[in-house]
């Protein structure tokens, strides 16, 4: 897969999640998907992004960086958001925070297989 189709794809994916299109995560998470080094598969991955929803009803992928070098894409996604009441452990409390994740994917076969990312908790620390 060239560098500009990873690209669409990731933008593509990116807008499937913004748009909460759960039953189209298919198209572009494999169904043996793993996050952090942990297999979840398909199902796992969804269940864990409609969680997410359910405790932040405004979240929204912002892509502020974004680097490809296929097959791998990395990418630093921007959070506005209020989570209703606890977020990684931190009552939030429905109080708007900013912070950034940090992920990286891993394609196989024009989906995503792997997932590796890491939230930027001070950052929500040092808003409460």
């Given at each position: ?65 974004l680097a490809i070098e296929a097959p ?57």
């Open positions: 897969m060239t560098e500009p189709d990873l690209r669409t794809l990731y933008l593509n994916y990116i807008d499937c999640l913004n748009k909460r299109e759960w039953v189209s995560l298919g198209q572009f998470v494999a169904a043996d998907v793993s996050h952090n080094g942990r297999p979840i598969g398909l199902s796992g991955y969804r269940e864990m992004l409609q969680k997410d929803v359910r405790e932040i009803p405004d979240l929204r992928f912002n892509i502020e960086l791998l894409v990395a990418s630093r996604l921007r959070f506005d958001c209020s989570p209703t009441s606890t977020f990684m452990g931190l009552n939030i409390g429905g109080k708007r925070i900013t912070f950034a994740e940090n992920v990286f994917y891993a394609f196989r076969n024009g989906k995503i297989a792997s997932v590796w990312s890491v939230i930027d908790k001070s950052a929500i620390e040092g808003q409460l």
